[in-house]
Structure formats: structure tokens, C-alpha cells
């Protein structure tokens, strides 16, 4: 117990400067933001003018919608239908009720079309009646970022045509919610949350009438913030695609509602879409997807080529981005993503998994070799899935190489030294990479592919004493089909264009497991995984493997 405070102390301490300060400041101001006197000082009155936003919505899942006009909210791994009262239902768990009060799901509700401006203004205005008052959850600085801009950017909310005392209504929560988040920021928050908040600020101070302040606080905020989130490679710092999707959709969003407003966008923030770009591109896999590193998952059909285009994104995907730590391999059809890079340091480590050196492979537009991929969980499953085992890389003892937060949501202990040396020669591609996660051993791999993709090699060795047992998994997506050759001694791999893969091994027991699959939104899949096992002997072990296409000509 007295360790486990230890260690908790040691990370606060390691947080960003600032970042403690502000987090103790708003635990201390809890009971004052809760108070009745608090309360009044928020405006309570206004008959203000909301102006839409410019920025264009983002595409949502019209079968999520239904679901939402039903009254069954699916958030956060949770399901819950008719929630009353609406912010915070009985039995919701507080992941659920961060989404829900975040409104998230609203682009979802409005891909129905029409139909669905009425539903959506009732509980809006249902959720305003409820959720007047301060709230821990409910109004999180960043949930309230996330909330103005959902709702101050959609047209059906805020249109002119409204009933007056909806809009004054409206006009007023939104006011209210402006007001306060204009005195807490940055509020302890660092990362996604803090940009999030500060899009909520920027998009209040575009909107609502008297929001010159906001407008230019929340700018003021935007400067700050870039500079320390975003890597000399155009990475976030979080080290997540997921994150760099989401990070780069709320800035091409600042951007376009900027210009709509008639507002010149700062050049740092046309310089930062502008380096984030290709690193989203890196991420891609073959199919178009976020490669599933560090609670990534798939993300929507044609979700990144739209921000892509947003962007205006003219420059190709980096093949390497040394500050962010990952890098990208393309010969012929074949594509190899590695995450070669020491973790995202604390404070911005809540999507950080014990991945270190993992890596997909796809071949043309199909996913071959894959990590598990995340889904919104809490407890011992978002523990599995962060954990070394989900990933495609060298595990020892069935240890993580980085230990995981009880939570799952941050790291206590990460490797420190993570090397990686890359050379090029007749468009074959070698990386030697290594880190220190497993001391007093330390895991190397060597990763070699051929020109033509059809080939790739790699020997990892682990230095260390005897006793031990490493195993290299390869995850394979649900479509491959696998099957032990006939010696046993190498595994046959079907893709269901036709391509067909072998993987062999020296130094190794193969042997195929059952594995799981989270890269696509809401649902789990079964699949298979490779495994090569081996025992450590004297003063380490070396493993060496192959994955060679069988059938070119297809």
C-alpha cells in the first residue's frame, strides 16, 4: 500500500509544470463552484444573439442515431436507454456520463436528417433544465469545451427560426458554461482535454453576443498549448493516431469557424495542421484506417481522408517521425507501421500502452498482422488490452514492458532508452531497434523488408539471465486464415483477396492461440495469434522469424 502511494506521489510530481498546481487548485475550488453564491455569479439573464458556427459538421453513424432517437445511448461501453435524470442516470458509470455530457453523440443523432433537429433541441433543453447547476463530471472543463462545441456548432440548436425562449434559453446555459470555463482554464488539464476546452472557448467566443473576451482568452490559451503538445515532427505528444485524428479535426474546426467569422487564424495553428497532416498519414494502414497503436482503433470509414481534406493536405505520409517515435515502410504492397519510440510522458499518458517496439503489417488494402486495438472499457478489460500481450511484439514472462496505472489510464514505470537506426539501400529497409524496458535484460529486434514486400524479416534477442520464457506474438486480423504447416514449424496465412503468407521460425516453438480484436468501433471479434516461444538460456536468447508471400503472382 505504502509503494503504491509512493509511486502515485512520484508520477503527480513528474506531471508538466503547472499542471499539479492547477489540479490542486481546482480540487480545492470544488465546494466553492458548488455553492449557491458561486451560482449567482454566473450570468443569469441575457437575450443575446448565437451565431453559427462556420466550421462544417463531421459525418456521423446514422445506426448510432436511431439508436439515439429510441432513447438507447451507447457510450463508453455502456448501454443505457431512457437516462434520467439525463446527465447522470442512475447506474452510469462516470465514462458514460463524460460522453453523454460531452454530446459527442449528437452528429450521430443528426445524420437522420430533418427528422432529428426536434429530438435533438429536447434534450438539449431537457439536459439544460437538469444540469443548471455546477457538476463534477458534467461540468469538467474539457467536457464543457466538448459540449459548446457540439452544440454552438450545430445549425438545428442555434438557427434563427427557433422559439425566442429556446434560444434565450440556450443563449443563457451556453453564457453560463463560457463564463466559467473563461476562469478556470487551463485548469490542471494538459493534452487532447486541454485543447478540447479551449475549442469550447474559442467556439463561445465566435457565438454568442459580447464574446470578444472568450474569444481572445481562448486564443491566448491555443498559443500556449500548441507549442507544448505538438512535436518537432508535426506528432502529438500522446503518441496516439487516434489522438493526432482527433487533435488535427478540433484545429481544422478552429480554423474553418475562424475564417467563417471573419477572424484571421493565427499562423501558428495553420502551422500546426500543417505538420500534423503527414504524421496522420503515417498512421494510415493499408485500408485507409489508424493503425492500433495506443488506444487507437480503425476510426469511421473515410474519417481520416475527410479531415485529410479539410486540411488541405498536400504532403505525403512521413516514413519516419524520429521526435514522435514511429515509423512507416512501403515496399510494393506491403506496408510495415512500428512504434519505436519511448511512451508519452506523464501527464500526457492516458492512451499510453506497454507496446513498446510493436508493429502491424498489411498487405495491399488488408489488415495481416495487427494489434489488438482498444474499445472504450474500464477494470481488468482496458488493463488486457493496454497490456505488452496485446500487441504484436517481444513479451518476457508475461511481463509488461511498461507498468500500467490500476486504471489502465497512464503509466508508472516505461522503458527510458528506445533506439531505433533506419537504413535504405536498393529499396530494401532495415531497422535496428532496441529498449530497456525488460532490465536488466534488454530486448532488441532487427527488422528487415525486402524491395518487392515480399519479404519480412526479423531477429529479436533478449540479453539476460537464464529461467526466463520470451514469447513474439503476431496477432492476426479476424479475416486471415491461419494453419500449422504439416512439420509444425512455420504457420500458413490466407488473406481473402487470395494472398497467401508463410511464417517460419528458427529458435522458437510456433504455435497458433486465440486472440480478440477491438479495431473496429463497438464490437469485438475472435481471431488468432501466432506465438513463438522460446526459453532463455545463459545469457540470453535469440529468435528469428520470417513472413514470406507464397503466391506472388496473385
Known sequence: MAGARL????????????????????????????????????????DGAIQPIGADSWPGDGARGREIAQ???????????????????????????????????????????????PIARALVERWIAENGEWDRLAWRPDVIGRRLSHWLAEPALVEVSGKVESRNRLFISANRQARHLARVLPAGLCGQPLLAAIKGSIYAGLALTGGTKLLSAGLKQLSAALPRQLLADGGHVERSPAVQLAVLRDLVDI???LHAGGHQPPTDLSLAIDAMAPVLR??????????????????MAGSIDLTLLRA???????????????????????????????????????????GTLGFEFSHGDERLIVNCGAQSAGGEWRLAQCATAAHSTLILDDTNSSMLMPDGRGLIRRPTIVACRREEAEGNSWLDMSHDGYLPGFGSIHLFLAADGSDLRGHDRLEGKGGKRLAIRFHLHPQ??????????????????????????SGAEVSLAESIYLGQPGEMRRSQQVVLSSEIKGAGAEVKWALTRENKKK
Open 312 to 354: 488541405n493536405a498536400k504532403a505525403r505520409a512521413l516514413a519516419s517521425a524520429p521526435q514522435s517515435g514511429f515509423q512507416r515502410l512501403a515496399a510494393g504492397q506491403a506496408l510495415l507501421l512500428v512504434d519505436a519510440g519511448v511512451p508519452a510522458p506523464p501527464g500526457f499518458d492516458a492512451h499510453a500502452h506497454a
Open 282 to 299: 503515417m498512421f494510415q494502414s493499408g485500408d485507409g484506417g489508424l493503425a492500433l497503436f495506443n488506444d487507437s482503433d480503425e476510426g
Open 480 to 505: 486471415v486464415l491461419a494453419g500449422l504447416a504439416q512439420d509444425g514449424q512455420a504457420v500458413l496465412l490466407r488473406l481473402p483477396g487470395g494472398a497467401g503468407f508463410r511464417l517460419r521460425s
Open 71 to 117: 432513447g438507447l445511448f451507447r457510450l463508453a461501453g455502456q448501454a443505457i436507454r431512457e437516462p434520467a435524470p439525463l446527465g447522470q442516470p442512475v447506474g452510469s458509470e462516470d465514462d458514460w456520463r463524460i460522453a453523454f455530457n460531452g454530446f459527442a453523440w449528437l452528429p450521430d443523432l443528426m445524420a437522420l436528417g430533418a427528422a432529428a433537429a
Open 7 to 46: 509511486r502515485r506521489l512520484r508520477r503527480l510530481l513528474q506531471l508538466p509544470p503547472g499542471v499539479l498546481d492547477g489540479r490542486l487548485i481546482q480540487r480545492v475550488a470544488e465546494p466553492v463552484f458548488a455553492s449557491g453564491l458561486y451560482r449567482r455569479s454566473l450570468p443569469g439573464r441575457g
Open 255 to 257: 480554423r474553418a469557424a
